[in-house]
């Protein structure tokens, strides 16, 4: 069993890109589930995440400040402000920039932590910042999706807060209470938790992507373009803030990962709960939910190698 796990974990960008494809072609196959599902599937892989949190994890913040605050700032700024300036270059409508914006604004998706852990990189300073940048979502999520999409939508920063609150700090904060109370049973399960949360991501991306595939299609090539764009980009000034900081090889490793990659489950849940009157707003998370976990395990792969030639 810890074998089909593992082996789920290792390959889930492409079990999410076949996920994505069959709700493509074949709509019908997670059409039936209502779009209303993310949310709870978001919580779930939220409560997973607590469950693997440690006291230790929280430690980092304040044994390691420096670094924390380097991944913070390069998170809410780097990923920000290239939504933002690719909206303006490739003139989007207002409906698919509010997408790559919301996406921008989110917080370190937890698939970062299994690609950083694959890639060799610094894992307790990816958990760490993913802690610290979830935490940190409900207040600056909101704010920046304001400023950087205010002037074209009417943006409920305090509705979005509370969204966020619910789906992300609250599960995080009763898998931590679990893993407190129940260590015996958190101790069972958190072997399985990386292949169970791939196994959701794949789930919220079949459903955004089945309840979009007419207009994923009408979205177009330049949409897909813009996302691996902000992705590929995310992750290449990562690497280089930590080269240009003169951080230890893995750390920048880390770095590059934990900016890269967002929590885009949360920005088409957002799309769908603030923005249902720009239902493309959910596209640009649907379709970076797809191509972060694809580039994320190239990127483990190649920084692998790396790694290794760097340790011989």
């Not at 082996?7 to 072609?25: C, D, K, N, T």
């Not at 991306?205 to 994923?216: E, F, K, P, T």
């Not at 994320?296 to 760097?310: C, D, R, T």
Request: with cysteine.
């Amino acid at each position: 069993m810890k074998n089909v796990c593992d082996f789920i974990a290792r390959w889930m960008g492409l079990m999410v890109l076949l996920v994505a494809i069959v709700s493509m072609l074949v709509p019908a196959s997670f059409v039936w589930i209502n779009t209303k599902a993310i949310n709870p599937f978001l919580g779930v892989i939220m409560f997973g995440m607590g469950l693997t949190l440690s006291l230790n994890d929280f430690k980092i913040v304040l044994s390691r400040p420096k670094d924390i605050l380097i991944g913070c700032l390069a998170q809410f700024t780097i990923m920000p402000l290239l939504a933002w300036l690719l909206t303006l270059a490739f003139s989007l409508p207002k409906e698919l920039a509010l997408g790559v914006i919301l996406v921008g604004c989110c917080p370190g998706g937890t698939a970062s932590n299994v690609i950083t852990y694959l890639a060799k990189g610094d894992l307790a300073l990816s958990v760490g910042m993913t802690a610290c940048s979830t935490l940190l979502a409900p207040l600056l999520t909101p704010l920046l999706v304001w400023l950087m999409a205010g002037t074209m939508v009417d943006v409920d920063t305090w509705g979005m807060l509370l969204s966020i609150v619910y789906v992300v700090i609250a599960p995080i904060v009763v898998g931590l209470l679990c893993q407190r109370f129940m260590p015996n049973l958190t101790k069972a399960v958190t072997p399985y938790l990386p292949a169970f949360s791939s196994l959701t991501i794949a789930f919220v991306v079949g459903i955004v992507v089945s309840h979009n595939a007419n207009r994923l299609m009408l979205g177009g090539m330049i949409v897909i373009l813009v996302v691996m764009l902000h992705n590929l980009l995310g992750l290449s000034l990562g690497f280089l803030i930590g080269r240009l900081l003169r951080l230890q090889k893995p750390k920048c490793v880390a770095l590059s990962i934990e900016v890269g990659m967002q929590n885009s489950g949360l920005a088409s849940s957002l799309a769908n709960l603030h923005f249902a009157a720009y239902p493309l707003a959910t596209i640009p998370g649907a379709i970076f939910s797809v191509w972060h976990n694809i580039s994320g395990a190239l990127v483990a792969k190649v920084f692998q190698v790396k790694m290794k030639e760097h340790n011989q």
